[in-house]
C-alpha cells in the first residue's frame, strides 16, 4: 500500500510506527479529498458522450434470482417491456432541472502593473497591483418534487451560496426558486417554489432501509445539460461511510451504485425497480468508472422537514479523528523499535488524534487509546463508532470503554454541537 508523501506530511508528529501513521493517512478522511468529486454545480465541464447497453436478460437462467424481482417487473420482462421506463413514468415528471447563478469578487493583476510608463507616472508599485473584479457563475443540477407546496430536494453544495435559482419542469415549466434550508454535513437542501395553484407531479419516496445490494438502480437527472437522463445499474453496497470515500466533511453512510452518475446529476434521485427514489446522486470517485454514491432517502427523510422550515441541523460529535485497528494492524505498530506507543492487540476504533476544546478531550480520552465499545454496544470499525454518536442527539452522554496499554477504562463524554466545533 503506497500513499503519497504529502499526505504522510499532513500528519502531525506521531509516536507511532510509520506504518501506523500510514494507516491514519489511509483512514483520516480530510487528508483524501482529490480522489472524489461532489459533482459540482458550479463546474463546466465537456461532455463526453457514453453508451448504455441493456443487458440481454432472456440469456439468463429464470431462476431464484428472476423471483427475487417485483412480479410487476418480472412480468414486465418476460413480456418485453421495460422496467426501467416503467419506474421513470412514475417519477420522471417530477424531476426538475436547477440551474443557479452566483456572483464572486475576485482581485485580478492590472494590466498596467508591469508597464513601467504607467506605474512611474500614474501611482507607486502598489497602485495597480489589484483590481476587484465582479464574476457571474452559473452552475446546473438536479431535484425532484417532495410535495404538492412546492417543495423540492437537492444537494446543498447545488444551490449554497446561490444568488439566483431557477427550477425547470419537465414539461417546461419554469419557476423561480427559494433556497429554505441547507445542511452541509448531510450535503442536503430543501428549495421552495410558489406554483400559484398550479398542480405539480410528487416523487414517490421509498425506504432506503430496505434496500438490498444487487437491487436495480436508476439514476435520473440533467447530467452535463443533457435533460432527464436515464442510466441503469445496480446497488453496488450499502452503508458507505462519506469518510472511506474520502469526504469527511460529510456525515452520510452512502448507497454505492454503478449507474453513471455525471456533473448535472447532483440532487437527482435515485430509484428502485418500483420507481420510487431510494437515494439523491451526490458523487462520483474521479479516478474510476462505475463507482457513484447517493445519499439514502431516509436521511433525507429525517430533516426535511427542519430544512423546509428554514431550520439549522445540530449534529453530534466527540471530537476524535480515528481509524479502525485490527490485532495484526497492532502487532506491526508494536514489533516497529521506532514507535513509543504500544497498542493493545484487540479489534477496536483507534483514535488518532483528539481535538482541543471538543468534548473528547474534555471527558480524558487520548491519542492511541482503542475505543471497543460504545453505551453497551461492541466496536470494531470506525464507522461503527460514527453511528453510534449520530444516532443521539447533542447533549446526550455516550459512556466509552476502551483499552489505553494494558488497561480497561471507561468515561462518560457529553456530545456537543459539530457547527461549535468548526467555529473553534
Same mark, same amino acid.
Do not use: C
Given at each position: 500500500?503506497?500513499?503519497?508523501?504529502?499526505?504522510?506530511?499532513?500528519?502531525?508528529?506521531?509516536?507511532?510506527?510509520?506504518?501506523?501513521?500510514? *494507516?491514519?493517512?489511509?483512514?483520516?478522511?480530510?487528508?483524501?479529498?482529490?480522489?472524489?468529486?461532489?459533482?459540482?454545480?458550479?463546474?463546466?465541464?465537456?461532455?463526453?458522450?457514453?453508451?448504455?447497453?441493456?443487458?440481454?436478460?432472456?440469456?439468463?437462467?429464470? #431462476?431464484?434470482?428472476?423471483?427475487?424481482?417485483?412480479?410487476?417487473?418480472?412480468?414486465?420482462?418476460?413480456?418485453?417491456?421495460?422496467?426501467?421506463? $416503467?419506474?421513470?413514468?412514475?417519477? =420522471?415528471?417530477?424531476?426538475?432541472?436547477?440551474?443557479?447563478?452566483?456572483?464572486? +469578487?475576485?482581485?485580478?493583476?492590472?494590466?498596467?502593473?508591469? @508597464?513601467?510608463?504607467? &506605474?512611474?507616472?500614474?501611482?507607486?508599485? !502598489?497602485?495597480?497591483?489589484?483590481?476587484?473584479? /465582479?464574476?457571474?457563475?452559473?452552475?446546473?443540477?438536479?431535484?425532484?418534487?417532495?410535495?404538492?407546496?412546492?417543495?423540492?430536494?437537492?444537494?446543498?453544495?447545488?444551490?449554497?451560496?446561490?444568488?439566483?435559482?431557477?427550477?425547470?419542469?419537465?414539461? =417546461?415549466?419554469?419557476?423561480?426558486?427559494?433556497?429554505?434550508?441547507? @445542511?452541509?454535513? #448531510?450535503?442536503?437542501?430543501?428549495?421552495?417554489?410558489? +406554483?400559484?395553484? /398550479?398542480?405539480?407531479?410528487?416523487?414517490?419516496?421509498?425506504?432506503?432501509?430496505?434496500? /438490498?445490494?444487487?437491487?436495480?438502480?436508476?439514476?435520473?437527472?440533467?447530467?452535463?445539460?443533457?435533460? !432527464?437522463?436515464?442510466? *441503469?445499474?445496480?446497488?453496488? +453496497?450499502?452503508?458507505?461511510?462519506?469518510?472511506?470515500?474520502?469526504?469527511?466533511?460529510?456525515?452520510?453512510?452512502?448507497?454505492?451504485?454503478?449507474?453513471?452518475?455525471?456533473?448535472?446529476?447532483?440532487?437527482?434521485? *435515485?430509484?428502485?425497480?418500483?420507481? /420510487?427514489?431510494?437515494?439523491?446522486?451526490?458523487?462520483?470517485?474521479?479516478?474510476?468508472?462505475?463507482?457513484?454514491?447517493?445519499?439514502?432517502? $431516509?436521511?433525507?427523510?429525517?430533516?426535511?422537514?427542519?430544512?423546509?422550515?428554514?431550520?439549522?441541523?445540530?449534529?453530534?460529535?466527540?471530537?476524535?479523528?480515528?481509524?479502525?485497528? +485490527?490485532?495484526?494492524?497492532?502487532?506491526?505498530?508494536?514489533?516497529?523499535? $521506532?514507535?513509543?506507543?504500544?497498542?493493545?492487540?484487540?479489534?477496536?476504533?483507534?483514535?488518532?488524534?483528539?481535538?482541543?476544546?471538543?468534548?473528547?478531550?474534555?471527558?480524558?480520552? &487520548?491519542?492511541?487509546?482503542?475505543?471497543?465499545?460504545?453505551?453497551?454496544?461492541?466496536?470494531?470499525?470506525?464507522?461503527?463508532?460514527?453511528?453510534?454518536?449520530?444516532?443521539?442527539?447533542?447533549?446526550?452522554?455516550?459512556?466509552?470503554?476502551?483499552? &489505553?496499554? @494494558?488497561? #480497561?477504562?471507561?468515561?462518560?463524554?457529553?456530545?456537543?454541537?459539530?457547527? #461549535?466545533?468548526?467555529?473553534?
Amino acid at each position: 500500500m503506497n500513499f503519497p508523501a504529502n499526505i504522510l506530511k499532513s500528519l502531525p508528529s506521531a509516536p507511532f510506527s510509520q506504518w501506523i501513521r500510514w *494507516l491514519a493517512a489511509a483512514a483520516i478522511a480530510f487528508l483524501l479529498t482529490n480522489s472524489l468529486w461532489l459533482l459540482p454545480a458550479w463546474a463546466q465541464e465537456s461532455l463526453q458522450a457514453a453508451v448504455l447497453s441493456t443487458p440481454d436478460l432472456s440469456a439468463q437462467p429464470q #431462476t431464484e434470482a428472476l423471483t427475487e424481482t417485483p412480479p410487476s417487473t418480472a412480468a414486465s420482462i418476460l413480456s418485453g417491456e421495460s422496467f426501467v421506463a $416503467n419506474a421513470v413514468r412514475t417519477v =420522471g415528471s417530477a424531476v426538475v432541472r436547477i440551474d443557479t447563478e452566483r456572483t464572486i +469578487t475576485r482581485n485580478v493583476p492590472d494590466l498596467f502593473y508591469d @508597464d513601467p510608463f504607467f &506605474r512611474g507616472r500614474f501611482g507607486g508599485p !502598489n497602485q495597480f497591483q489589484n483590481i476587484p473584479q /465582479e464574476e457571474r457563475l452559473r452552475g446546473q443540477g438536479s431535484g425532484f418534487i417532495i410535495s404538492n407546496s412546492g417543495d423540492i430536494l437537492t444537494n446543498a453544495h447545488v444551490v449554497d451560496n446561490a444568488d439566483k435559482v431557477t427550477v425547470t419542469l419537465k414539461d =417546461g415549466r419554469a419557476f423561480e426558486g427559494t433556497v429554505e434550508g441547507v @445542511d452541509d454535513i #448531510t450535503d442536503l437542501a430543501v428549495i421552495h417554489i410558489n +406554483t400559484k395553484g /398550479e398542480v405539480l407531479p410528487i416523487s414517490k419516496l421509498g425506504d432506503s432501509d430496505k434496500v /438490498e445490494v444487487g437491487d436495480w438502480a436508476i439514476a435520473v437527472g440533467n447530467p452535463l445539460g443533457l435533460d !432527464n437522463t436515464v442510466t *441503469l445499474g445496480i446497488v453496488s +453496497t450499502l452503508k458507505r461511510s462519506s469518510a472511506a470515500v474520502g469526504i469527511p466533511d460529510k456525515r452520510i453512510d452512502f448507497i454505492q451504485t454503478d449507474a453513471a452518475i455525471n456533473p448535472g446529476n447532483s440532487g437527482g434521485p *435515485l430509484l428502485n425497480a418500483r420507481g /420510487e427514489v431510494i437515494g439523491i446522486n451526490t458523487a462520483i470517485r474521479a479516478d474510476a468508472a462505475g463507482i457513484g454514491f447517493a445519499i439514502p432517502i $431516509n436521511k433525507a427523510k429525517s430533516i426535511q422537514a427542519s430544512l423546509a422550515r428554514g431550520e439549522r441541523i445540530a449534529h453530534p460529535y466527540l471530537g476524535v479523528q480515528i481509524a479502525t485497528l +485490527t490485532p495484526d494492524m497492532a502487532k506491526l505498530n508494536n514489533e516497529d523499535p $521506532n514507535s513509543a506507543i504500544a497498542l493493545p492487540e484487540t479489534d477496536g476504533v483507534l483514535v488518532i488524534r483528539v481535538l482541543p476544546n471538543t468534548p473528547a478531550a474534555e471527558a480524558g480520552l &487520548r491519542r492511541g487509546d482503542v475505543i471497543v465499545e460504545i453505551s453497551g454496544e461492541p466496536i470494531r470499525r470506525a464507522d461503527q463508532l460514527q453511528t453510534q454518536v449520530d444516532r443521539v442527539k447533542v447533549g446526550d452522554r455516550l459512556e466509552v470503554t476502551l483499552k &489505553r496499554g @494494558d488497561r #480497561t477504562q471507561r468515561f462518560s463524554v457529553k456530545t456537543a454541537d459539530l457547527s #461549535t466545533q468548526k467555529e473553534a
